[in-house]
């Protein structure tokens, strides 16, 4: 990047953001307010929002109008002044006309989280169907608010919530929306062919294929680059994208990885999860998220560092529930060791194991475990092959690996290293 457009970078002002979290008594929640509001900043962060404060409340119920209590939604008003504050998120999903009255009374933006998330997402697409995907749930998101969010969707610049389709004006027809659904949701489906295309070449190639999958920022990218370094084809030009943020990268990468021993299998990456991860969000990346389902063994990467992983790794278990994969052999791998002060702190588990993607501690493990549920069984073993079955000594040559040749009165004997699937075809020749 040139000098005069990061100098430009540095005179942006950041978002002044205030979160609000609402605790209702009378339903059951997934997971504690206090566990969701951290993660809630730690997505304000990685939208550009410098969080200011934030506001919680107990109700019994949801305000109809307002999501909270009227005198909190004042208090607010109060906080926003005095901070100097430019957005409000909210921690759950509003409705048009709740975004509508609480801007009214505020005075400043409001969003909400799923808002929030698709902006994340919008930000970070860097392909055409991910960005085709994004456009496609804000849209999808945006149509039965229509009536409701007249400030919202009347704004123009580079604010939170505005980025992909949101510079869109109220008097936007609701049926140029359903059109431009339509035109995505086409692009996508020619999208989907060449990616099935694909997909079927990769499946001739008979490589197992491994996906990495798991919460957001828990280091799935980190690991595909350990991988990648392992590979006796390393290039660095292959490593992808990881940064400790969350949703850094959202395109799905797909590498080969050839490791010593000749073990070769394709590593595909996915996008993270999140708690309360909106639904369309899902339904439009789920043809990207379907690569998981042609997976032979996934990787679950889990942020052991993180002291709420059990709740990420059951936000994770029930995506891939939704996605009828949840059958599939799984390897629980927990990464970020290196950042617990004592390894025993580490969680255990069947199908397990403890590793850091940075370091590469535990990672000669983790390639064994992956060999030993989805790698070719390799035998050596001789063979003694009669001489009027010369046909099968040029078949060896194609199926095996001939480390030597030995000419006999008997026959001729072969020293091989064959596959486990392969050997039946010859056992009745194997010399005991």
Do not use: W
Not at 245 to 267: V, W, Y
Not at 352 to 370: P, V
Request: hydrophobic share 40%; net charge negative; charged share 30%.
């Amino acid at each position: 990047m040139e000098r005069e457009n990061l100098e430009t970078l540095k005179e942006i002002p950041q978002i002044r953001g205030l979160l609000v979290g609402l605790s209702v008594s009378n339903k059951v929640q997934d997971e504690s307010l206090d566990e969701s509001m951290e993660e809630l900043e730690e997505l304000a962060k990685a939208a550009g929002v410098e969080v200011v404060a934030v506001v919680v409340q107990n109700r019994p119920a949801v305000h109809v109008a307002y999501y909270i209590g009227k005198g909190k939604v004042q208090e607010i008003s109060e906080l926003c002044k005095h901070h100097e504050i430019d957005l409000v998120i909210f921690n759950d999903e509003l409705s048009g006309s709740q975004i509508r009255n609480l801007e009214e009374v505020i005075g400043v933006d409001v969003i909400d989280r799923t808002t929030l998330i698709l902006d994340i997402f919008a930000q970070r697409a860097q392909t055409k169907e991910g960005k085709l995907q994004v456009e496609l749930a804000q849209l999808k998101y945006r149509l039965p608010r229509l009536t409701g969010l007249g400030k919202q969707l009347s704004r123009q610049g580079g604010g939170i919530g505005t980025r992909g389709p949101g510079e869109m004006k109220l008097e936007t027809d609701r049926r140029h929306i359903l059109r431009r659904i339509d035109d995505i949701r086409g692009q996508l489906k020619d999208v989907k062919k060449v990616r099935e295309t694909q997909r079927a070449q990769r499946l001739k190639s008979d490589l197992p294929i491994v996906a990495l999958v798991g919460y957001t920022n828990a280091g799935k990218s980190s690991l595909m680059n350990a991988f990648l370094r392992q590979s006796e084809d390393y290039d660095e030009k292959r490593e992808v994208y990881a940064k400790n943020q969350l949703f850094a990268t959202l395109d799905t990468s797909l590498r080969k990885i050839i490791l010593s021993n000749k073990f070769e299998f394709l590593l595909t990456d996915t996008v993270g999860f999140v708690s309360k991860l909106p639904h369309d969000l899902v339904d439009a990346f789920k043809s990207t998220l379907e690569e998981v389902k042609y997976a032979d063994l996934l990787i679950h990467v889990i942020d052991a560092s993180n002291q709420n992983y059990e709740l990420q790794k059951l936000t994770t278990l029930k995506v891939l529930k939704e996605l009828g994969v949840d059958n599939k052999k799984i390897i629980d791998v927990f990464n970020k060791c290196d950042l617990l002060q004592d390894l025993s702190e580490a969680p255990k588990s069947e199908n397990a194991i403890s590793i850091s993607a940075i370091t590469g501690k535990n990672l000669d493990q983790l390639i064994r475990m992956i060999d030993n549920m989805i790698g070719k069984k390799i035998l050596e073993i001789s063979l003694l092959i009669p001489y009027n079955k010369g046909n099968i000594v040029s078949q060896l040559h194609k199926e095996a690996e001939v480390l030597s040749t030995e000419y006999q009165e008997s026959g001729i004997v072969l020293n091989v290293n064959i596959e486990e699937n392969y050997y039946e075809k010859y056992k009745e020749f194997h010399l005991a």
